[in-house]
């Protein structure tokens, strides 16, 4: 088999994930589309949205798809960084201290409502997200090689939500905006309900196992392979160089804002159905990237701009190179 089909093959189970998450999560695609992609380059997505809009139903639905240990935690105003990691105890019977790990130690994390833990808890996931390890009382203790955050957040002007640091946002790979489902979705929705369907219930769900954990590192590992060539990679360059040159934003993108664009443009490009990165691929993964890792200036939030609109503005102004493939 040529690697052109070895990469038809992979790509076909990875969208057999999006049609296993798409007949539970309704109206939602683009999302899910960009949660797959998250998987596919092994980084870690925050979605953020109201209340209501499928955000921790579609986290656990993928971890359904995936035959993988899942844990989850539902980020409280208490919640201590122990809670998180683990903790040494004392063992009276050996007269020593053993660890018990925290839901940190699994391969898909939901961390739910993270923003409503204060900075101090959500400290301890930077160096989890960041090199896959957690370190207690002056020991190191790796988690699975395969560590995945998916986290949920309601808009940061809600009531008991504290804002994410940057460097906390930086280990994100994607930010990933949820909306309203369209009008037809909406209905749909409530014709799952008279069936019997719940958001509360997974076993309502229908949702059968799809890939395994050796076939997620299979996945990114032919995701690696898609190629960028030099003037696609100039081109991530300067779209992430420009956001620090832009006049509305007091804080560009950093270096790493760059690899990740990288990185997802050739999940896109994979999920696609390519074994090559275009310009157009990097378009449509700039926003989830980098909204996440520029400010607006006091001025720019006093006029009402997004940053959402300044990156579309922005992008507008960046030459694509031509026949990048």
Known sequence: ????????????????????????????EEMLRQMMIALLAGGHAL???????????????????LDLRFGRVQFTPDLMPTDLIGVNVLDELKRDFSFHPGP?????????????????????????????????DGKTRPLPAGF????????VEYEGTYPLPEAQLDRFLLKIVVGYPGAEAERAILDRYVEGFSADRAD????????????????????????????????????????????SLALGASPRAGV?????????????????????????????VLRHRVVLTPEAEVEGQTVDERLAGLLNTVPAPRGGA
Request: proline share 5%; hydrophobic share 45%; charged share 20%.
């Open 47 to 65: 979605l953020e949205g109201v209340p209501g809009t499928a955000k921790t139903l579609s986290i656990r639905a993928l971890s359904m798809a």
């Open 204 to 247: 309502t769900y229908g949702i059968r196992p799809v890939l395994g954990g050796g076939e997620i590192i299979q996945l990114r590992q032919a995701v690696s392979t898609v190629h960028v060539e030099p003037i696609v990679r100039d081109y991530v360059t300067r779209i992430v160089r420009a956001t620090r040159e832009e006049p």
């Open 260 to 288: 990740a664009l990288f990185l997802a443009s050739r999940a896109e490009a994979f999920l696609s159905g390519r074994d090559f990165v275009t310009p157009d691929d990097v378009k449509a993964l700039a926003l989830p």
């Open 104 to 136: 940190l130690f699994t391969d898909l994390l939901l961390a739910d409502e993270i923003n409503r833990a204060p900075a101090k808890t959500q400290a301890a996931l930077l160096e989890a997200m960041q090199e896959r390890q957690v370190t207690v």
């Open 148 to 155: 995945t955050v998916f986290a949920s957040q309601n808009p």
């Open 1 to 28: 088999m040529s690697t052109m089909q070895q990469e038809g093959v992979a790509g076909d189970r990875a969208h057999r994930v999006l049609e296993e998450l798409s007949g539970v999560v309704l109206g939602q």
